[in-house]
């Protein structure tokens, strides 16, 4: 069974310009997250998805960044304009519902994309 | 507020040697689930165990055990006869109450010297 995944591995942008991240969630798992994982830090939730709804986006700064989970399957996350605190590894993690009774259930992480912004 | 604290940022065993992760948490919930992530080199972070607050069994899987204390708000990690392959960040993970959010710690780096 395929893991959830992710796309880029690495980018690297000059600051001001926008970028995209995409995930690819475990499939049957209507729980879809975004981390920021910042050098030498535990990550930290950005947003969290219950299928196509946005359930938790309080650490979100919307000013820049904003994300869609279009049918409830994958998710873009994007940052426009980058700005060179952004560089961080965003990690994309899924997992079962906590509608199907499965609250706390584990998360399954991606493997980041790494983002640079000079 | 939730919280987990890590006091160990790194530590350097060599192999063969046990070694304890600690891991300290916060939380004024009744319900909660306590979690442990390895984070090798190649940046993914993957899940070890997940325990719930009503079950304070300890468990052992293979040279992993865990030590599961509610009276000192802790969750611990011991590898047995560690291996070079234990090389790894490890993060403790919170998830509390309704919010499906987990609350990680900074992290443990271990090192295993052969």
């Known amino acids: 069974e395929a893991g959830v995944v992710q796309s880029p591995r690495y980018k690297i942008i000059e600051k001001k310009q926008p970028v995209a991240f995409w995930c690819n969630p475990i499939?049957?798992?209507?729980?879809l997250y975004w981390y920021l994982q910042n050098l030498g830090q535990g990550p930290e939730l950005l947003i969290r998805y219950e299928n196509e709804e946005a359930v938790d986006d309080s650490q979100l700064p919307k000013d820049r960044f904003s994300a869609e989970r279009l049918k409830g399957v994958d998710s873009t996350l994007k940052i426009q304009p980058a700005e060179l605190g952004d560089s961080a590894v965003y990690l994309c993690?899924?997992?079962?519902?906590?509608?199907?009774?499965?609250?706390?259930?584990?998360?399954?992480f991606g493997q980041g994309t790494r983002l640079t912004v000079v | 507020a939730q919280k987990v604290t890590q006091a160990q940022t790194e530590i350097s065993v060599v192999e063969k040697e046990d070694v304890t992760l600690d891991c300290v948490y916060e939380?004024?919930?009744?319900?909660?689930?306590l979690f442990w992530y390895k984070q090798p080199p190649s940046g993914e972070l993957v899940f070890l165990i997940r325990?719930?607050?009503?079950?304070?069994q300890n468990e052992i899987s293979g040279r992993y055990s865990w030590n599961f204390q509610k009276s000192t708000s802790s969750f611990n990690f011991t590898i047995t006869a560690s291996q070079v392959v234990d090389s790894a960040v490890y993060f403790c993970?919170?998830?509390?109450?309704?919010?499906?959010?987990?609350?990680f710690g900074q992290g443990t780096t271990l090192q295993v010297k052969p």
């Open positions: 939380t004024r919930d009744t319900t909660y689930y």
């Open positions: 499939s049957g798992h209507n729980t």
């Open positions: 993970a919170l998830c509390s109450g309704n919010t499906g959010k987990l609350i």
């Open positions: 993690a899924s997992s079962l519902g906590a509608g199907q009774g499965n609250l706390g259930t584990e998360a399954f």
């Open positions: 325990r719930n607050s009503f079950d304070e």
